[in-house]
């Protein structure tokens, strides 16, 4: 039977560094990683799945590798707190685990290196072995952030289809990329760590394009578990962040027949269930740059009536905030998704909302 693990947290066990072939390997498991992101602990490895989950170590020497499951998606690193660079896993190998190289020919000292899942896990299912550094290395402390974001969503929050410019091009994992949306943006912007539970094309109560008296496994059941690829494992909720983002309803109410009273109140029952989860968090309610007319307005009625509810509940700690609809003057991702310069556009004033508004600091 698995057990169940805590999020965006230092996994407590053993320390866990031997000696590899070429270096010291350091397991993922090993309490000086720091994990970023929902995740399932198994023997020997990390199963993770939402982009925006991230591993970082910090250590001395000259070199950092990295052993991932092959085939399993798109990755950024960024070493001693570099600009991300952008790597895949797709290299032929039929090993059950590949080795990468992260970094090398440093200058001899302290450095860091952080790998952050950008493409969506749900059918390659990623797994992380651990760290290879040199073999005189020492592996230090984590450094954690203080600031902890969680986002909610879908294909907004993913990045899908960020990095092209013809919105008649479809979906592709080389296309989307989490660090390129409003929420990796954001969480970069604010030096926060990110708890990601996204996927594209899910929904409040109904899935894209679904029967609209609603889906099998929309957001509020998928949510309960620790990864959306294994139904078996609920999650803890053991780490509590201090804001959540919730950017959910394009999915519900973009294709026909939906039921707007049906969606209201799976809206409004989710965030409730959300605050039982984090009593003490600030949590963002956001509208969808994608919805136009009485679509986004059907959201924005859904999310008046969530406000309301809570408030009179006495739970003042629920806000709005609204990004602005999409036009052609900032072009389009994939299937009309936001573009690039759209998310970051989001990103910006979302920061901005949550720093000075949410939390009340002055910028």
Known sequence: MKHFFLSVALILCVMSTTLAQNGKFVSATDSNVLTEGRFIANSGSISFCYPGTAFSIWFTGTSCRVQLKPSAGYFVKSVDGGAYQKFDTYNGSQDPFTEITLAENLADGNHSVRIMLISEGLYCKPEI?????????????????????????????CGYGVETNNPDNHFADSTSNFAKSFAGITAKTLDAEAMVVARSGIGIYRNYNENPAGSAWPMPRVYEN???????????????????????????????????????????????????HYPTAKIVLC??????????????????????????????RVYRFEFQEQDDSLGYGADFHPSAKRQSDNARYLSYFIQTTVLGKKK
Request: glycine share 4%; hydrophobic share 35%; net charge positive.
């Open 129 to 157: 072995k651990g760290f290879v550094v040199d073999n005189n290395a020492k592996v230090l402390k984590p450094v954690r952030k203080k600031l902890k974001i969680e986002f909610i969503g879908n294909s907004i929050t």
């Open 226 to 276: 620790a990864l959306i690829c294994d139904t078996t494992v609920q999650w803890t909720f053991s780490e509590k962040p201090d804001v959540v983002v919730v950017c959910m309803g394009t999915n519900d109410l973009s294709t026909p027949g939906y039921d707007k009273e049906k969606f209201t109140v799976a809206y409004v029952a989710f965030i409730k269930s959300i605050r039982k």
């Open 287 to 316: 509208n969808s740059p994608m919805l136009h007319y009485e679509d986004g307005q059907a959201l924005n009625d859904a999310i008046t009536n969530t406000i309301s509810t809570l408030f009179r509940q006495n739970d003042t």
